[in-house]
């Protein structure tokens, strides 16, 4: 029996509940899988897991063990690491999650850097604005926006994304152009809705100590889809909040026009989330890095600074 590979089986089919997802998610036969685990209960002389046709269980022998074996894992990872760190460039495939607007507009046209950087990481790119589990799933890290509640899980904050609120010229035809935000209950919204919850969001304003948010009663479309959110505001068929850098290349064609340009909501922070008990191998360590560099381009936090910085350069 390979002890590791056992060792490193059983934990990955703990963390997936799933005998089957966890061969998915490790490119072994399910076959194989369980009879790892097998070998490594034989080897141990207690069970370590409970299985039924439908669920697997976790026995507390196999809690107390995976404990244990999380620690040994990262431990032998980080020695493998740090020598093989020294002599040869990360390799190896790493699961990489991410809303679809952001690996469409910045994430995909900057990868031919990682790659040139990191030719043997084997990238597998999963690109849905659905959330993602990442312990069933097999998910090495997500790119994933708002606020972080989940204490199981570590996060980067790469950037900060400022949102706009904007409409086509079409639609704008004939309607009063609104100049306060209550002026836009008299508009069709092109709203946004949460493809877990099917929950829309509303739009949100905030004016120095004034905040206020709005949510129609019913909206002229919704969608769960940012690429698909900016072109329904494209084909004129709303007023919405999209963000900053997705919409400005539009109001620098004319596509579309800012509104209510000094009601600005907070920013949305973007975070890299990754499993609080996964160690940080080279693999995913490289590609945070790589990220944090990537996502500088469109930081909110970034662009004040610089309109700052021409202001009292011409001031």
Known sequence: MDQILAIRTF???????????????????????????????????????????????????????????????????????????????????????????LANQILIPALSDFQHQYPDIDLMLGVSDRPADLISEGIDCVIRGGVLSDSSMKARKLCELDYVICASPSYLDGFLVPERPDEIEKHRIVSYFSASSGKRFPLRFQRGKERSEYLPASSGISVNESTAHLNALLAGLGIGQSFGFLARPHFASGALVELLAEWKPENHSLHLVYPADRFLNPRLRAFTEWAAKAFEAVDARRRRNETTETIHTHG
């Open 11 to 101: 934990v990955r089919v703990a963390e997936a509940g799933s005998f089957a997802k966890a061969a998915d998610t490790m490119n072994l036969p399910r076959s194989s899988v369980s009879k790892l685990v097998q070998d490594l209960e034989a080897h141990l002389g207690t069970k370590l897991v409970e299985r039924t046709t439908r669920s697997v269980t976790i026995t507390t022998e196999g809690v107390a063990y995976r404990e244990r074996a999380l620690k040994l894992l990262a431990d032998l990872d980080d020695m493998d690491g740090a020598v093989a760190g020294s002599r040869s460039a990360p390799k190896g495939k790493l699961r990489v999650d991410i809303g679809s607007v």
